[in-house]
């Protein structure tokens, strides 16, 4: 597997094609990742810049209960997943943004997404920060939060260079952090990416329901809005059943879509089908927005030293 080069190509698109893939998963890889790979070729005639796949593609959500036979499922960030990602990527000419259950060594795993370059080399990863311990979602059992500053040197929060653009790629949880979105924006990114798996609990009633999923929607437009950055979220969709029978399983509720960077949604999956979104993103905007609205301007960094404590009070 090549690596690609860590600079950002010159000719990069001002009009960019993107894409997000919304699916359901199983247990069964093989059967995932061909849904997976049916769908980023569903995008053949729209020739994407970049498509974007949803966190744990792969397999089904397996974190819905806690259990050590799962850590088989994991593999090396280079291993078949990845490539197999490789050769779709140079297929269709992409940047292809993938996850993976990465086994970086014994006992340590993380979720990790994985960027493609079009030559099906490896642009780069990122491993996810934030990780979440509910009833439902007990990641904390099976992955290691990524280094807040690698062995390299880079930090956690580094958007990835690639031919499209520089990428701010963060996972799911994160997707509820404005810092996590503000600190890749200050470094560059071009676009905020983010692989999803998130759903309801079938007991909440209709109306908790969507006050979940609407407010999930509407913080991940409001970092579109407060960096003036284009934002695209892919989520898995359908039911899938809690494996030791602890609950009724979790509603995956869809609803992918490709914001501008006001918020505006350009593409919208809905809350039940799998489906390709694509959209045509103009990347200018972001130049011309932050002229008129200057946050990064007006931020007041030398009040901000108490985001660094936990709580401010006792």
């Not at 890889?29 to 849904?35: C, G, M, P």
């Not at 994985?114 to 099906?120: A, F, K, M, N, T």
Request: hydrophobic share 40%.
């Amino acid at each position: 597997m090549m690596i690609a080069s860590s600079q950002t190509a010159t000719n990069a698109p001002q009009l960019l094609r993107a894409a997000v893939i919304q699916q359901a998963g199983w247990p069964d890889k093989e059967k995932s990742l061909a849904e997976s790979e049916r769908l980023v070729r569903s995008l053949r005639a729209q020739k994407p810049d970049l498509v974007l796949l949803q966190e744990l593609h792969a397999t089904h959500y397996f974190c819905q209960t806690a259990d050590p036979a799962i850590f088989d499922l994991a593999e090396p960030l280079e291993g078949p997943t990845l490539q197999r990602l490789s050769a779709l990527a140079k297929e269709l000419n992409c940047v292809l943004v993938g996850s993976i259950f990465e086994k970086r060594a014994p006992g340590v795993f993380h979720n990790t997404a994985v960027v493609l370059e079009r030559d099906g080399s490896l642009a780069g990863f990122y491993r996810k920060m934030h990780i979440p311990d509910d009833p439902g979602f007990y990641e904390k059992f099976y992955f290691t939060p990524g280094d807040a500053q690698r062995f390299d040197g880079i930090s956690g929060f580094t958007p990835i260079s690639t031919s499209v653009g520089k990428l701010g790629v963060l996972v799911c949880w994160d997707q509820w952090y404005p810092e996590a979105a503000r600190l890749m924006a200050l470094a560059g990114a071009d676009l905020l990416l983010y692989p999803t798996a998130i759903g309801q609990d079938p007991r909440d009633t209709p109306d908790e329901q969507d006050r979940q999923r609407q407010a999930w929607c509407l913080i991940q437009r409001a970092h579109a809005v407060a960096n003036h950055l284009p934002v695209l979220v892919a989520n898995r969709v359908g039911h899938e059943a809690d494996p030791s029978g602890a609950s009724e399983g979790t509603d995956f509720w869809g609803t992918s879509f490709i914001a501008g960077p006001q918020g505006e949604l350009l593409a919208e999956a809905n809350t039940s089908q799998s489906v390709a979104l694509f959209a045509e993103i103009d990347l200018k905007r972001t130049e011309s927005l932050r002229r008129i609205w200057p946050y990064f301007r007006d931020r007041r960094t030398d009040a901000y030293g108490g985001l660094l404590h936990r709580f401010h009070s006792r």
